[in-house]
């Protein structure tokens, strides 16, 4: 049948740019003793801009020229009320927010980059509260040191967030690996679902604007989230926390039944040979059990869905986003094979996994 008048839409992956934010919001929220190196917005010759530790960064206000197309937001993002009129707009109850603090806000400095994120997740928390069931904004964890990771994962807990996103790059050891054990034991506590965002993790294409490189660089990089994904399911983290939850966000969908086709398949073959962790429960079992994987605008993968599992997959309207289905994205779920799938796969699907996943009432 398809989307009913009155059916309840959830994104559970939208966006925080680092353009739509309060030009104030870390002069005002950082330790004095970081001011002087924190985030501030400047004027240039070509507008206000976002300086960090000396660094122009990207403009405020504005997005950079020539980046991604779409319609000017302006800080329409970053103010609750407004954010609201946009959504709206689209047809969606509820935004789940990433925030813009690794591929925009790049902070070379582990320490720097650390207090501006608790800071950001201060300023998300209060941005949450003006309607806590239709803004979801993710706190942002620091990466560098796990156990700086496990400190500020506690911490947002109690300021009431539900949900938070780490980063797999900006520390030695990947996040499967034992010094995150104490980690992950914390998300195990909390139950706060944790996201991994699609960006870092290309080796040979380097995206360039005006260039062949930057299509197909956009092409595949939701595929450099393969080695988290086998990561997290083959080194036990997941299985032996059953409370820990797994989101990979902007993954897409026709990748991953093969990846966990081939987890299935080489656990059988290495078997013998694993000294270390060996899995009690099939990788397909684990990824059901607990992995989560977000989606915008596919043909195919919806259609492999069935495959995927119908409650580990999200829509999302990537919003603000040049390739968002804003406004239209009521629209563009219509006009996708999703209703093929039947109206209760519809239904968790835009709605009811990421509202259960997030305690979205």
């Not at 496990?150 to 996040?175: M, S, T, Y």
Request: hydrophobic letters at 40%.
């Amino acid at each position: 049948m398809g989307l009913a008048p009155d059916q309840r839409i959830i994104s559970a992956d939208d966006h925080m740019d680092i353009h739509v934010l309060p030009p104030d919001l870390w002069q005002e929220r950082l330790p004095r003793a970081w001011r002087e190196r924190g985030p501030r917005v400047e004027e240039t010759d070509d507008g206000p801009f976002w300086i960090v530790d000396g660094q122009q960064l990207s403009p405020s206000g504005r997005k950079a020229a020539g980046f991604i197309r779409a319609d000017a937001h302006g800080f329409r993002p970053g103010q609750p009320g407004t954010r609201i009129e946009d959504m709206d707009k689209d047809g969606i109850h509820t935004h789940v927010i990433y925030s813009p603090m690794t591929t925009q806000m790049r902070i070379a400095d582990g320490e720097l980059r650390a207090v501006c994120q608790a800071a950001y997740n201060d300023w998300a928390a209060e941005f949450n509260a003006a309607d806590p069931n239709r803004l979801v904004c993710l706190a942002d964890i620091p990466s560098h040191d796990p156990k700086a990771a496990r400190e500020e994962l506690l911490r947002v807990a109690k300021l009431g967030h539900r949900g938070a996103i780490i980063h797999q790059f900006q520390h030695a050891d990947p996040i499967f690996e034992d010094s995150w054990h104490p980690f992950w034991d914390a998300v195990q506590e909390t139950g706060l679902p944790i996201s991994i965002h699609l960006g870092p993790g290309m080796h040979s294409l380097k995206p360039q604007l005006g260039s062949w490189r930057m299509p197909a660089f956009v092409a595949v990089v939701p595929m450099q989230l393969d080695e988290v994904l086998a990561g997290m399911i083959f080194s036990g983290i997941l299985e032996k926390r059953p409370n820990a939850k797994l989101v990979l966000g902007e993954a897409g969908l026709g990748w991953i039944p093969y990846v966990v086709e081939r987890c299935e398949h080489e656990i059988d073959k290495y078997w013998d040979t694993i000294r270390d962790h060996r899995l009690e429960m099939r990788p397909k079992d684990i990824f059901a059990r607990q992995i989560f994987v977000t989606y915008e605008d596919e043909q195919l993968g919806v259609e492999l869905i069935p495959r995927i599992g119908v409650g580990n997959v999200m829509w999302a309207s990537d919003y603000p986003h040049g390739d968002s289905t804003w406004p239209n994205s009521r629209k563009a779920i219509e006009d996708s094979p999703l209703a093929s799938l039947g109206d209760d796969a519809l239904q968790r699907i835009v709605a009811d996994n990421c509202a259960e996943l997030y305690g979205i009432e």
